[in-house]
């Protein structure tokens, strides 16, 4: 009697049906469903599909032959009998493939219909080797995490989520890709449970994807079914029952009380596959490595609130003995004013420009480049843990398809095309569209709309911008010119507060108007594949609302003021209208409400109305929609199936806006921070309730996504790098021209009598000649009759010298200082970065370190399950007489005749003696993987040393 | 009767003794040499070693009990006998390694003892399993290459190596990695020949660098036992006669009359490794790109050129009738002179220093960029080539040792313990050294005589600078004050020649001495692993040689005649001396100067002393010292050996020093590029001998190098991109600061009376009043006596100004430009690079679709196989009775009843099937890997179906 060798020592008694959670298995409650098909029969139809009358959890080849039975519903319209007709052959592809299938017992008249699939052993021990999963070995690797402190874990403990202790303990199994081959190696328990949920979705997913519908439709994949309106949806089930211990957690960590505890991030992976765990772990990364930020961020305003009553310049400007005159601040109606009156925006200048500042700038952007390097070594861990190293890049291959179930419009030919180029089946039939390649002229009218409509977009936030300058203009201009001095006083802030909140309204509503407009940008171009798709329009997405977001906050950090000319000479706009200056303050502090309000209200409407609000609506809608049919269910007394609860949710719609969101905020904390200190502080409240929101929203508002394997989180990281170089850039400019830092420099070191601060108010004021002004443009009606000379901003000759109202020498000497500084600054931080990316080594220490244990720990285990087999075969011999007949022919077939060479034996023969010799099923197991060796490693002097020591012993 | 399966099948009968090169085989004529160790019988001994009697080459297992005869050669001196110990233990352990070894027949008295290996195919087999060693498989992927047009082809042809048709045919073989289960998907037409002498040298030397020595010595690897001394050395044999085709073509490749043809880089990497093969590509890129920049440089040299004539402020300067007096150049001696003595230098600095000049330098900074990019992708290409992509950096472990056998003293400390970490086998021993960690206080003396060190070599450096400088200042004092007119007139041509010469002397020994100083900082850092000490020694050495090379050119380009004072206000050196001014035409003409003539001497020298000369001269030292044994030889009228020839040859000394020339050069070619246009062409044409020269010398002049696996430059890459980086910086200081660029276009357009560049000359001289001259400075004897004002090259007010000789408003204006222009160029240039990078993909198309044809088509085999395999089972059964008992209990194995499946079967009962049933020997192979795959996939419905159908059949 022989038995099949290897793989049957792992076999056990089918496990049996788990008590709970039916609504996540098969009516037999045995086999579980791991993905759910959707589709809506639209028309009235009582008739009973074809297909479904005989559909059994045992029919496995009924329809393989590649016949189908004519269609009975000859009564339905065409367009959804061909719908009907593809199903079909879509799911007896499905079957072939080796799915299992269970379809709803009853047709219902309309409504949703779910197909059920679920994925016999064979088929998932299959596809996880073609997907080369990892899975755990026997080995267990001791020691692990053992280099924390105790110290430090007792102080960290109430940070760390309640986590069953099994999954953080010490122990760790060493994972290896899966295979058939060495099934013995894996830790199977059970077989229902050795692939977890999630993989068990990714795999039906990966047939799902690659099936193809020859006859009926010539297309590859359910997206492309779904995008053709054949599906409406495919998801796998969210398994709350069954994996109680995991969701339970996830549910606390959807909890906004556990704000300040890390986030159990190998559970969000275990659940929701690579791709999630990776945004949510960047997410924590973040929102922790903002919390130094932050406090650094507070240290640097409360300096300036400490010294703001001892800094010369603004105790200067508040000085009315001083008393300087300054030129009016609108032609006619304005009347000239004592600069001690702009007292108030001085000191509050002084909060956001002083020396501590330029620090805070340096170390935000070293900030940004210690983020990036972390999250690397995170990055790097995280894969290592989740046993992501060595595979190979399979993203390609399990990309996202779902951004296209929300799409209405069916992109077909996008779909068949790209699919088209990554697999070459589609050339078997006669029908199919040609799937050549699209030549450049093919592509070039997709370009063209594309750049064309990229300058237009830029155009409109442009030109938004314009209008809310001009908005500013007239209505400061129309209100100085009115006679109610109430309002006079109050056109500074009035005109800001309203111009910043239509600027905040316009950047909302481009915003959504852009995301749509970058999808559809983004089709035009027909890109390869799914990866190349989600590349184009995360980049196009990105820099036009990266432009939205920013462009007036560009405006005021480095064009306000700058071409409102001078006294007697001013630009004008509309022949009437002067263009705007900076608060006398400096135009930082504008920057810098610019800058908060915007920020603030970005993320305060967006998390609120958009991220909760308008799901809400949602969801309203769609249940007022099937109010029918769930209510027909209630009143035949059946609790919901998951399937029907999940369908009800929402459909998964990517990662895009979650980290187009994030980083739109890492721009506010990277690229003026030299202007608003305390942006981190509100980015990291903002993250701490964002994190817990996008947490709610997958585990309890979406219908499950699809796991999908990723090693990093792809071009969102080529995005923050960028950002954090422009950031260098940025914060240099500003610092430089924007905020007064460099001027008080110069002065104090240049032109300063005593070395200190003092006059450097007057000496950054020229002086203007009040006869100078041109007709109609001297106020009409002064409080000040006897003055001669105005002052104003501007470093420039004074009226007496010869070429007055020149730029002065002082003009080019400062502006020099502020180009040198910005080289400096750019080039000693560029310089830093480099030495900090530099330094922190990409891999963590102890991953390099445990990564050298694992792989002589599996030599170890490869090189003692050899030696183990030759004991074996050994006292085999020991029992038996050598066959020296068989030895004689191996050694013949191996073509070199060595003398004394008698321990490698033919492995049918061995596995016949270990088989007669019966023994315990681990004999049986070592003998059957014996077998196996032998035809490995014919005859290699090693192991005969080994094996001649043992005859010696 | 049965055979042992699936390796049975390629069994050759044992290839016959080739004809030719005998130098390359064991005394049987059978066996291939694929390695040689050597030691020297240093003291006269005329006893046979123990070992070295019993020796033959059938011996295999006779030392393996680890007991050894007591040694007989109790007259040897204790140092020598314990080498002979040594010796012994490591060559046992060889053998019990699977290793043959064959040692000279008879003992010499002294001179060089000859111990060579062999590995026979059992142990290629099981190693190149362990090293994941690529192989070509029997399928053969057809269309490669097709995609260049034959137009292209044509015209590229007379510059193609001529390299055998097979060779770069359109065929391919897919690649795999070797393992022993697969073997008949591999081309094996003979175990002789499949694996190259080159795989066949790498894998003995694997098993040197392993073994251990544990009782006599605690060693691990050859390179520790040559450290030690016991081993004179260990290298692989060339194999002229062998690979004579090959061969043929790498001598064809290293004649200088081939300079014009591509160089046959399959082939070098066939011979030499992929690291070597990779350095020549290297250089090929490198040079071939330099073909383009070199072009546009002599374009702008002859803008230069063309230009002279017609650009007014050289017509200016050389205009006698503007007639400027300018002030002393030096106090007392100097007498007043005439700007228009300057022309000449006025005119060859405009060669250098036109508008041109500044697209070169952003040409010459997107063209590394471009290099680096095209370098990048040549790289995957030759990955892809030869079979690298998806190996695992085992850099790591097959690093290169050969560093080491150049060092005379002995670092065993460092040896051991760098080995102790990578492996832990030592730790077997009770007498080991122990392998613990060093802590950072075991390394702080390291690290703080480290940095020392360097410090105190950069101060070496700087040193010599000043030094030249200070020579230059007093010779040329020296020189005015002399008498004789002749002198006079020539002091700057003088001076700066043989300061120049000077510096380039110094660099030249410096250079040497840094090299070594280097490699012993290195060692006392004590690194972790052999690519650590090499990425670590590389660092070092680049940072000092870069100093050495670049210093005295950024004095002149940035220090020189910045800190000379104004006339009036000198600042002196050394209280009698001036500090230097630059020459009237500008420092860039110096500058350019300097440059050439340090780049071209560097390269004239060291290519023709060092490269030639000194290897030479080793060579003929060699000779000298073994002529005695080669003479008695030749009286006994044998041929010299193979081994003998190559141990004549110098030791191959790592690829460092090659790199590091062509990366100093590279720095020439980029950093100061605006300053020599011309550089790109002497860097071409010192590369083309350069090629050639390196060719040679690893042909004929050093022993064969161990082929290392490497998938890249390394560590080079990342210098070569920081120096790009650098280069755009020191461009744009080079354009803004160092050469007339941005003060002429100042002049142009905010002071130009009429918007030409008349008067420009004019512009930038300031005024002095003679009367201000410091007691004594001024010209003692003058023959302008009557002038009151002489004029000087600075922009600073005028003596009759408020604020004399203070710097100007112009001064600031020119300084603000040329600031601007730094942040401009270098923002620019840096963004255009981002792009071109982004632009240009890192993998080339035609590889990606390769690569995805190649996954395609190993898919289709092995589905193909599978088929195949069902078919031959299908026709057996066919012919038999289908074995019900043994589907049977396969069924039960398997624990799921599944009735109606019949088509799997026992793999024991099969192969036994097949046996019985005999048959041609393919059939036996597919039977053969057919046992393997029922025991794959158990069950697949996917098999069933293709079962059913062929039943139908």
Redesign the interface.
């Known amino acids: ?8 020592c792992v ?4 496990s049996t049906p788990h008590g709970y959670g039916e609504g996540l298995y098969f009516s037999d409650g045995r086999r579980k469903v791991d993905y759910v098909l959707v589709f809506h029969q639209r028309r009235h139809n009582s008739l009973r599909s074809p297909a479904s009358t005989s559909v059994s959890h045992d029919r ?2 009924v329809v ?2 590649g016949n189908f039975p004519p269609s009975a519903g000859s009564d339905l319209a065409p367009g959804d009998h061909e719908m009907r007709l593809i199903r079909q052959e879509f799911e007896a592809n499905l079957q ?3 799915l299992e299938i269970e379809r709803d017992k009853e047709i219902k008249a309309h409504g949703p219909s779910f197909t059920r699939l679920h994925a016999p052993w ?2 998932l ?2 596809e996880a080797e073609f997907l080369k999963i990892r899975v755990p070995t026997k080995t267990v690797e001791s020691g692990f995490g053992s280099s924390m402190s105790t110290v430090w874990r007792k102080l960290n403990q109430p940070f760390q989520p309640k986590v069953p202790r099994q999954d953080q303990g010490r122990t760790k199994f060493l994972s290896h890709s899966f295979s ?2 060495k099934l013995h190696l894996y830790n199977i328990t059970s077989k229902e449970t050795f692939f977890d949920n999630t993989t068990r979705g990714r795999i039906v997913y990966e047939i799902l994807r690659r099936t193809v519908c020859v006859r009926t439709c010539q297309t590859i994949g359910i997206s492309t079914l779904i995008a053709k309106g054949v599906y409406d949806a495919a998801f796998p089930l969210h398994d709350v029952s069954a994996l109680s211990a995991a969701v339970l957690n996830l549910q606390g960590w959807a909890r906004y009380s556990a704000f300040y505890k890390y986030q159990p991030i190998d559970l969000v992976r275990k659940y929701f596959g690579e791709k999630i765990g990776l945004y949510f772990a960047w997410l924590g990364v973040y929102t922790q490595l903002l919390i130094p930020a932050s406090i650094v961020g507070i240290i640097v305003f409360g300096y300036g609130v400490a010294t703001v009553d001892t800094n010369i310049p603004s105790l200067e400007m508040c000085d009315e003995s001083l008393n300087f005159t300054m030129c009016p601040l609108c032609d006619g109606a304005c009347d000239f004013w004592h600069l001690s009156t702009a007292c108030g925006t001085a000191r509050a200048s002084h909060l956001f420009d002083n020396p501590a500042t330029v620090f805070f700038a340096i170390f935000m952007s070293l900030w940004a480049v210690l983020f990036l390097e972390h999250w690397k070594r995170r990055q790097i861990s995280l894969s290592f843990n989740w046993g992501l190293t ?1 595979t ?1 890049d399979d993203e390609v291959r399990a990309h996202t398809h779902t951004h296209k179930e929300s799409l209405e419009h069916t992109s077909v030919r996008r779909d068949s095309d790209r699919e088209g180029q990554m697999e ?1 089946k589609t050339t078997v039939c006669h029908g199919c569209r040609s799937t050549d390649k699209l030549t450049w002229k093919d592509r070039l009218p997709g370009y063209f709309i594309n750049i064309s409509s990229i300058l237009f977009m830029f155009g409109l936030t442009f030109s938004a911008v314009f209008s809310v300058i001009i908005y500013r203009i007239t209505i400061s201009a129309l209100m100085a010119m009115s006679p109610d001095p109430a309002i006079k006083s109050n056109v500074r802030v009035t005109v800001s507060a309203t111009a910043v909140i239509i600027n905040l309204v316009v950047i909302l509503i481009l915003d959504e108007i852009y995301g749509n407009v970058a999808v559809w940008l983004t089709e035009l171009e027909i890109p390869k594949t799914d990866t190349n798709f989600e590349e184009r329009l995360i980049l196009k997405a990105f820099l036009l609302k990266f432009m939205n977001a920013y462009a007036p906050i560009f405006y005021v950090a480095f064009f306000k003021g700058r071409f409102a000319g001078r006294p007697g000479n001013y630009t004008y706009v509309f022949n009437n209208y002067r263009m705007e200056e900076c608060a006398p303050g400096g135009c930082l502090i504008e920057l810098c409400i610019q800058l908060s309000i915007i920020m603030l209200g970005k993320q305060l409407i967006q998390n609120n109305i958009f991220e909760i609000g308008i799901p809400k609506l949602k969801k309203l809608a769609r249940a007022i929609k099937n109010k029918g049919s769930t209510e027909k269910e209630k009143e035949e007394g059946k609790p919901p199936q998951q399937w029907n609860l999940d369908y009800a949710l929402a459909a998964f719609e990517g990662l895009t806006p979650e980290y187009m969101e994030m980083i739109i905020q890492f721009g506010f904390v990277s690229l003026f921070v030299a202007s608003f200190p305390l942006a981190p502080l509100f980015a990291l409240l903002n993250n701490v309730i964002e994190i817990r929101l996008d947490a709610k929203k997958f585990v309890t508002e979406l219908r499950r996504p699809v796991a999908i394997r990723a090693k990093d989180i792809g071009i969102w990281y080529n995005i923050l790098s ?1 950002m954090g170089k422009f950031s260098v ?1 940025i914060n240099a400019f500003v610092i430089s021209f924007t905020s007064d830092f460099i001027p008080r420099l110069v002065y104090q070191y240049m032109y300063s009598p005593n070395g200190t601060m003092h006059g450097f108010i007057d000496h950054t004021l020229s002086y203007f000649n009040v006869s100078n002004f041109k007709p109609g443009t001297a106020p009409h009606s002064s409080a000040h009759k006897d003055i001669s000379f105005c002052r104003y901003k501007d470093y420039r000759e004074p009226p007496w010298s010869t070429d007055a109202y020149q730029f ?2 002082q003009y ?2 400062v ?2 200082a502020r ?2 500084f ?2 400096l600054f ?2 000693l931080v560029m310089f830093l970065s ?1 030495v900090v990316a530099w330094v922190i080594p990409d891999v963590p220490k102890n991953i390099v370190e445990q990564l050298k244990r694992e792989k ?1 720990l599996l030599v170890d285990v490869f090189l003692q399950e050899e030696k183990e087999k030759f004991q074996l075969i050994q006292s085999l011999f020991s029992k038996d007489n050598p066959l020296q ?2 030895s004689h ?2 050694q013949q ?4 005749a060595a003398p004394g060479r008698s321990s ?1 034996l ?4 061995t ?2 003696l270990v ?1 007669d010799g019966g023994g315990v099923p681990r004999a049986r197991c070592r003998a059957a993987s014996f ?2 060796f ?9 192991n ?2 080994e094996n ?2 043992h005859t ?1 012993v």
């Open positions: 009697s022989m038995r099949s060798p290897a793989w049957s076999v056990d008694s089918p496995l080849s393989s032959n072939e493939a080796g064979p088929v021990c299959r058939r081959e060595g190979e070459t960028g850039i002065s020498k080019w000497c502006l020099a180009l040198a910005v080289i750019q080039n480099l002589k007949a068989g022919l191996l077939a191996q073509g070199i490698t033919p492995s049918g023969q596995q016949a088989g077998s196996q032998t035809r490995k490693s014919p005859s290699s002097p090693m005969e040393n001649s020591r010696a």
